[in-house]
């Protein structure tokens, strides 16, 4: 059974950092595109950043550049998410996604998703 399951969400304050974690399982994503995606309550599911399957590859939505930065472990099968100077808008359930099969910055393009875990940035 595949499963993907994020960590690292919490409570921080506006300008602070976060790391997330997202941990694969069922079968390796090696040669696939992975992504993270958050959403807010009444919210369109946003794109955030995607990695290529070697993680040669990075993209980024234009509010996170600068901010945050992906990265994955294939010898673990995972993706992570590091996320500085924090805004009151990070605020959301964030998602992992595996296995893209169409545009990587789309969320209709993956096939596996994580149940996601919440970031609230406060003042």
């Known amino acids: 059974q595949v499963q993907l399951v994020e960590s690292g969400g919490g409570l921080v304050q506006a300008g602070g950092s976060l790391r997330l974690s997202c941990l694969a399982s069922?079968?390796?994503?090696?040669?696939?595109?992975m992504a993270w995606f958050r959403q807010g309550p009444g919210e369109e599911r946003e794109f955030v950043s995607t990695i290529s399957g070697n993680g040669g590859d990075t993209y980024y939505a234009d509010s996170v550049k600068g901010r945050f930065t992906i990265s994955r472990d294939n010898a673990k099968n995972s993706l992570h998410l590091q996320m500085n100077s924090l805004k009151r808008e990070d605020t959301d359930v964030y998602y992992c996604?595996?296995?893209?099969?169409?545009?990587?910055?789309?969320?209709?393009?993956?096939?596996?998703w994580g149940q996601g875990t919440q970031v609230t940035v406060s003042s």
């Open positions: 069922g079968r390796t994503f090696s040669s696939d595109w």
């Open positions: 996604a595996a296995l893209a099969t169409g545009w990587q910055r789309s969320p209709r393009a993956y096939r596996f």
